[in-house]
Nanobody, 126 residues
């Protein structure tokens, strides 16, 4: 059984920063592509960032490019999302996801991911 646990969400003022963490357990983390997604009420879950097994390949949504950074520490079975210059429109529940397909390709589509965390709320005040 795979478990993903996100931490690090909270309330921050516009222009501020937060770092989300996602700790994974259950299977070989170093050969799993990981992603971050976010969702607001009434909207579909949207792609934020994704990272390959060793971190050499990363993809970002245009809306967060240059402000957010995804990284991972395979020794700690953890993936991170550093969020800087936060905007009110970044307010959402943020989810991490794991792709156990065996492809070392970060994916942008939700259906490519096999396991999801419970989510952590990020609220950015103006």
């Amino acid at each position: 059984q795979v478990q993903l646990v996100e931490t690090g969400g909270g309330l921050v003022q516009a222009g501020g920063s937060l770092r989300l963490s996602c700790a994974a357990s259950g299977r070989t983390f170093s050969r799993i592509a990981m992603g971050w997604f976010r969702q607001t009420p009434g909207k579909e879950r949207e792609f934020v960032a994704a990272i390959s097994w060793g971190g050499a390949i990363t993809y970002y949504a245009d809306s967060v490019k240059g402000r957010f950074t995804i990284s991972r520490d395979n020794a700690k079975n953890t993936v991170y999302l550093q969020m800087n210059s936060l905007k009110p429109e970044d307010t959402a529940v943020y989810y991490c996801a794991a792709d156990y397909s065996g492809r070392n390709i970060p994916e942008r589509r939700t259906y490519e991911y096999d396991y999801w965390g419970q989510g952590t709320q990020v609220t950015v005040s103006s």
